[in-house]
């Protein structure tokens, strides 16, 4: 947050399509982040965010095929083949955290986009319309976990003059379903081949290397979770919630082994925060523009513990087989297939993390999280687990009544103690 602000200030006044395209932009921004000033929290962070911007600076100034990806995209495959993944829902995050959010949402609405639709969308279709995103060579989305993301990018496909590919996961149970998804993958990975201009063992070489990299990041995001499964560790889950971009765009990169790899080691470094904490697990995402539900949690004696989107939920892959192995990885996240599946998932998650109760955070306009909401809600209550459903909005401030939110949650938590 400290550098996005820094940037933000810097260049807030003169901020056109010209500037984000810009060396200049790209260096000043590589400049604050080398800064002594700038302290995160994690060791881990410096590697995250040193990734992120020059992955961001290659894309932006198209330094190599840039390939626009959505959550459950694996940017293994993305990364093995020589491309850029850029993850245009997770620079509308950035643009909510910078508090631009609205202008690009409103944006979006001028030129015809329902304001009931998710401001992810909302706001980074602002910011194609307007000249802020990266151009892509090849728009990459699956289906899940919403149909946001193919509509959105079928109509920047129309914008950039680009082409887009839909991956189609298959309902859990059907028949010959991971090999149905394999050969979707292994289509995609031929188009990206002649963008970067791999050849077949090349491309083999790669997806192996990505695979074996992204094998060896899970070995250390396990150790992170056994941790926070035992100990009040000192990771708290408004901090956590930030290495969803980790979890979604560089396993398969020495950065995201690297990022994980020091976490575990500074949280066995940093030992237990002490004290008896209640325990809570946060569902769907955070509004990033805002601390203050967080301070309360904090003042109430409580911690996030876990966190929906930012542990692993697949097994070690074969590099030797990426295509099968990748379809194993996406194809078993617990968010394909039906909500029964998301809210059983939970509630096993919330055993394993010896939760004390539980915040559904209803993103409006994200119609898969809100709609299973009371199902899940449900499901952990059969668990004995207390849940808070809040509702909000991630990324439009506008859309965030504090005054109604901390009075909810300041009941929510003291029924906990």
Known sequence: MG???????????????STVHSKVFWKAAESLARSPLNRPQWKADRVSLAYFLKSSRDAYLGRGPVVWCNLLVPCELVIGLGCTPFYPE?????????????????????????????????CMLG?????????????LAVNYPCDSAPLSFAYASDIYGSPEMVIDIPLPGRDGERSLLAAQL????????????????RTMKGLAEAIDLSNQALTHLREVEEIRKRDDCTLDGKDAMGGISVLAGSMGSRAGRDYYRLLAEELRQRGCAGGDAIRLMWMHLK???????????????????????THSCWEPMDPRDPFTSLAAKIGGHFLVGPVERRASYLASLAEEYRIDGAIHFNHWGCRQSCGGAMLVKRALQEKGIPTLILDGDCVDEREYQEGQISTRLEAFLESLH
Not at 3 to 17: C, G, M, S, Y
Not at 289 to 298: A, K, R, W
């Open 3 to 17: 550098l996005v602000e820094d940037v933000r200030d810097l260049f807030i006044d003169r901020l056109t399509p």
């Open 90 to 122: 997770m620079a509308a995050a950035v643009v909510a955290s910078a508090g631009l959010a609205p202008r690009f949402i409103d944006r979006a609405t001028e030129v015809g986009f329902s304001q009931d639709a998710c401001s992810y969308h909302r």
């Open 127 to 139: 910011c194609a319309v307007d000249g802020f995103m990266p151009r892509p060579d090849l728009l």
């Open 186 to 201: 292994e289509e995609a990975a031929e188009v990206m081949a002649v963008l970067s201009g791999y050849s077949g063992s």
């Open 287 to 309: 509004p990033w523009y805002s601390q203050g539900l967080f301070d309360t949690i904090e003042r109430h004696g409580a911690r996030l513990v876990c966190e929906e989107y």
